[in-house]
């Protein structure tokens, strides 16, 4: 059996763990680490292009829940959905378009609230 794959993701002061999925594209993302970008908002969405490509997995979703890390294939984008985005129809974030689902973040990811447009993102093995 895989070993869990823990994330720490840090956004200024704001840092949490997540645990990656055993999807192909968290595999490219787990072998890329660690990646930095500048963290972009979107409503209750963080999002930011990383130095990998995957394209759209079979089971691929726009809808996603609060909490789940997401790779948006257009942008090369790191997704962290935290709450209603601008595409929401009801209080579940939604995605401009679809995107692989890479794990979820452990704990409250509300606490990226906090995070403004411009901050800079570190994704890091835990």
Do not use: H
């Not at 192909?24 to 908002?41: H, K, S, V």
């Not at 999002?47 to 609060?66: C, G, L, N, T």
């Not at 959905?81 to 509300?110: E, H, K, M, W, Y």
Request: charged share 25%; aromatic share 8%.
């Amino acid at each position: 059996m895989p070993t869990e794959r823990k994330i720490r993701i840090t956004a200024g002061q704001v840092s949490a763990e997540a645990v990656l999925n055993d999807s192909p594209t968290a595999t490219q993302i787990w072998d890329a680490l660690p990646i930095e970008g500048r963290g972009n908002t979107w409503g209750d969405e963080i999002y930011f292009s990383i130095p990998v490509d995957a394209k759209q997995e079979k089971d691929a979703r726009d809808i996603v829940a609060v909490g789940e890390l997401g790779y948006w294939p257009p942008g090369s984008a790191f997704c962290i959905f935290f709450g209603r985005t601008p595409a929401s129809t009801d209080d579940r974030p939604r995605a401009a378009s679809a995107v692989n689902i890479l794990g979820r973040i452990q704990g409250d990811a509300t606490v990226f609230r906090a995070v403004s447009s411009g901050t800079r993102v570190r994704l890091e093995r835990a």
